[in-house]
């Protein structure tokens, strides 16, 4: 199976953009779905959004809908998360997960998980 190492975090003021990217290795990524989520101390997982094996479809979680947008390359073995508008309430560790099983897009359950990162928004 893949391991992932999310890169890209770090300090952003309030409306600007940043881009976490989600490197796998040891498996053949495009047969997994890749997952955002994120978490604040104190306060349970959030889920952000995935993406299906080929990129062709994509969901998001209601409060990053319009702002976030997932994409990935099989070739390089990446998926990517980009954020803009960013809000301080964005503030959080941000990690990407991976599952081989359909049913992980209705459930939300993965099997996978990277490090995390952790993005900062200043208001």
């Known amino acids: 199976q893949v391991l992932l190492e999310e890169s890209g975090g770090g300090l952003v003021q309030a409306g600007g953009s940043l881009r976490l990217s989600c490197a796998a290795s040891?498996?053949?990524?495009?047969?997994?779905?890749v997952g955002w989520f994120r978490q604040v101390p104190g306060k349970e997982r959030e889920f952000v959004g995935a993406?299906?094996?080929?990129?062709?479809?994509?969901n998001y979680g209601d409060s990053v809908n319009g702002r976030f947008t997932i994409s990935r390359d099989n070739a390089k073995n990446m998926a990517y998360l980009q954020m803009n508008s960013l809000k301080p309430e964005d503030t959080a560790v941000y990690y990407c997960?991976?599952?081989?099983?359909?049913?992980?897009?209705?459930?939300?359950?993965?099997?996978?998980w990277g490090q995390g990162a952790q993005v900062s928004v200043s208001s």
């Open positions: 993406i299906n094996w080929y990129g062709g479809n994509t």
């Open positions: 997960a991976a599952d081989a099983s359909a049913r992980t897009w209705v459930t939300k359950e993965y099997e996978i």
């Open positions: 040891g498996g053949i990524f495009s047969r997994y779905i």
